[in-house]
């Protein structure tokens, strides 16, 4: 999964770079390709789900990196902006393969809060990536050239897939294999809708991701063009990533003694609360010192970091029989929302981080709409 994190966050110092080589003509243009692998992200899942439940979980992983490793050279010899999105999209879908077969791969072995605690460690490793990302892209950007980060990617990525192929062992037995149809697929999108609890933390993860997509992929427009921080953002960056590293870390330890769902509700109330705590202090627009934006920035993310991993797992709780494809699906729900959720909101921060926080409020109040509407019926039930 932290070849994820590397593909999207290494390449954070070379927008402006790489905006002005493929000729893009607003500076916001330069998000989408930070967005759109998350649009692949989405998109994959749909084959490489169905196919792990078909024919094994490290078989789907292989082929998810030989895409990404196409998907690279496409990207390193783009000349305009239509064929890198093309590309960082093929790249998010043969991505897509590790990303969701882990959480599968954790399915096929884990259930309730100690599947949680084992994704929250997964989750922390994934994490450790945005800390050094950043900084890596910038040397290799201040070294040679920003094509030499999509060659980095691939030489990590074949690392990561030989470990893999010597280090983890098939979890999805031949007898619990299911057949690669499309009715199948069709079958599961219908189980899952009927799933109320895996519905409703589906669509609550995608209003967190959503509005934890405007932050990364406006980072470097933030710090760089409002604050005049281009130097210090790799730092920045990492200070912010270890934040939720922490809180994830935390989230290991704790969610085995209260429980998800606790966790998770107190975490998205301190989402909305710091949210609206900025809001109020400078509705103005007018951007604050840096450290009072940190300050609030970490507080978002340490809340953020309880709510990854268990949503997640609250999500595949109830379907963890059809782990491969509900994964598929879950994520592709939760992608489809928070890509237009986060362009959206990009599209407002020429000048002020107040948009922002506006996208959180937003996302995290209705997230917390649907939380309470899922404990009403659980409740009701």
């Known amino acids: 999964m932290s070849v994820v994190a590397l593909a999207v966050d290494a390449l954070l110092p070379a927008l402006d770079v790489i905006g002005i080589a493929i000729g893009t003509q607003q500076t916001v243009d330069n998000q989408l390709l930070i967005i759109m692998i998350f649009l692949g992200l989405g998109i994959g899942p749909l084959l490489f789900g169905p ?32 064929v890198m999105v093309a590309g960082r999209i093929l790249q998010g879908i043969g991505l897509s393969a590790p990303r969701t077969i882990c959480i599968a791969i954790i399915r ?15 989750t922390v490793v994934f994490l450790l990536v945005p800390i050094i990302a950043p900084a890596l892209g910038k040397w290799i950007l201040d070294h040679y050239n920003w094509e030499t980060i999509f060659y980095v990617q691939a030489v990590i990525s074949i690392v990561i897939a030989i470990w893999f192929w010597l280090r983890q062992r098939e979890t999805l037995a031949v007898e619990k294999r299911i057949p690669f149809t499309f009715s199948r697929l069709s079958l599961g ?11 409703g933390y589906t669509i609550i993860s995608g209003f967190v991701v959503g509005s934890f997509m405007v932050y990364l992929s406006a980072s470097q427009q933030i710090f760089d063009l409002q604050y005049g921080l281009k130097e ?5 960056f990492a200070g912010l990533a270890i934040a939720i590293g922490a809180a994830i870390s935390l989230n290991g330890i704790l969610v085995v003694k209260l429980g998800m769902e606790k966790l998770v509700t107190t975490s998205l109330l301190a989402f909305f609360a710091i949210s609206l705590a900025y809001i109020a202090l400078f509705y103005t627009g007018n951007n604050p010192n840096i450290i009072v934006l940190l300050i609030f920035f970490g507080l978002q993310f340490f809340a953020i970091g309880f709510l990854f991993g268990n949503l997640r797992a609250l999500a595949m709780e109830p379907v963890g029989h059809i782990a491969g494809i509900a994964a598929a699906i879950t994520g592709l729900i939760s992608t489809l929302m928070a890509v237009p959720i986060s362009t959206y909101i990009g599209r407002f921060l020429e000048s002020s981080t107040l948009p922002v926080f506006i996208g ?22």
């Open 51 to 82: 196919m792990s439940d078909s024919v094994g979980r490290k078989p789907s992983v292989y082929l998810g990196f030989v895409v990404f490793l196409i998907a690279s050279a496409v990207c390193v010899y783009a000349e305009s902006l239509e």
């Open 108 to 122: 096929d072995l884990y259930s309730g809060d100690y599947m949680a605690r084992i994704m929250s460690f997964v």
């Open 189 to 199: 999108l219908k189980e899952i809708i009927q799933h109320r609890q895996t519905m």
């Open 232 to 236: 210090e953002f790799p730092y920045i």
């Open 360 to 381: 959180f409020a937003a996302c995290s109040g209705i997230s917390t709409v649907v939380l309470f509407a899922i404990k009403r019926k659980k409740a009701a039930v």
